[in-house]
């Protein structure tokens, strides 16, 4: 299927390793020119080489910027004034007991997985108003339907980030402006290993008996692979999805355990 956005511009947060590089890799071989945008230098150099090897019609531009500062979403807009396509993920806190979080420790959450995101869909919205086309994503997590009691930092910071989306996103369909939340489950990338490595206590299970239990849970018995979120999520960037909006997708293989 072609999903008719050649041509268009992508500014994509967590872009340089796992699931935001498989969106940036689906865009590029749909003839979307990139901007990479995330804090470290050298995986953004690495993911931006091998996207310009494997689609080397389309440009493919870096900017190291940290989504939770200002200073770094400006980086951002200045790397890609005018996205047509706007990806927010940000890396989620390690697991750990609410008892030992801090005001800091919640203002750090709020301001990664709501407060940045929201301020990179202020300053984007309108212009692709303007133009009669807009997709934006959140990656968010799985953790706003199934709270998972490790990560209640992530359950209340995303959970904001998804209220908010909800109700922006109906303000804007009608000027061809989508706005959608994906959930996934377990992925196999490095934020999922660093997930597990801050699960693993001293007497208990090592990180491989964790990390196959965890694979087992699934019940598509595997963890899900990057490329598949990403040709997911590319496909919700398309020209064909302008009736999808305001919407929390789950990708999980199954592991959500109700019917609604």
């Not at 299927?1 to 947060?13: E, N, Q, V, Y």
């Not at 310009?52 to 770094?72: H, N």
Request: charged letters at 20%.
């Amino acid at each position: 299927m072609d999903l008719g956005i050649a041509g268009r511009r992508a500014l994509l947060f967590g872009a340089s390793r796992g699931m935001g590089r498989a969106l940036a890799l689906q865009l590029a071989r749909e003839g979307v020119h990139v901007v990479l945008a995330a804090r470290t230098e050298a995986t953004l150099a690495a993911t931006a080489d091998a996207i310009r090897a494997a689609c080397p019609a389309v440009a493919v531009a870096t900017v190291v910027a940290d989504l939770t500062r200002p200073e770094g979403r400006a980086a951002a807009l200045a790397a890609c004034p005018e996205p047509d396509i706007l990806l927010n993920n940000a890396d989620g806190p390690l697991p750990g007991d609410f008892r030992g979080w801090t005001r800091e420790d919640w203002i750090a959450a709020l301001d990664a997985m709501m407060l940045g995101p929201i301020e990179m869909m202020r300053m984007t919205v309108d212009s692709m108003i303007a133009r009669r086309f807009g997709r934006i994503l959140n990656i968010v997590s799985r953790s706003v339907k199934i709270p998972q009691h490790e990560l209640g930092l992530s359950n209340g910071a995303r959970s904001g980030l998804v209220g908010f989306s909800s109700g922006l996103a109906r303000q804007t369909v009608q000027h061809n402006v989508t706005i959608n939340n994906l959930l996934p489950g377990l992925f196999a990338t490095d934020a999922q290993r660093r997930h597990v490595a801050g699960l693993v206590e001293p007497g208990g299970p090592d990180f491989d008996a964790l990390w196959q239990a965890r694979e087992a849970a699934v019940p598509a018995r595997r963890f899900g692979d990057p490329a598949e979120f990403g040709a997911y999520a590319a496909f919700l960037c398309s020209a064909h999805a302008g009736y999808i909006t305001a919407q929390n997708l789950l990708i999980d293989g199954g592991s959500y355990p109700a019917t609604y």
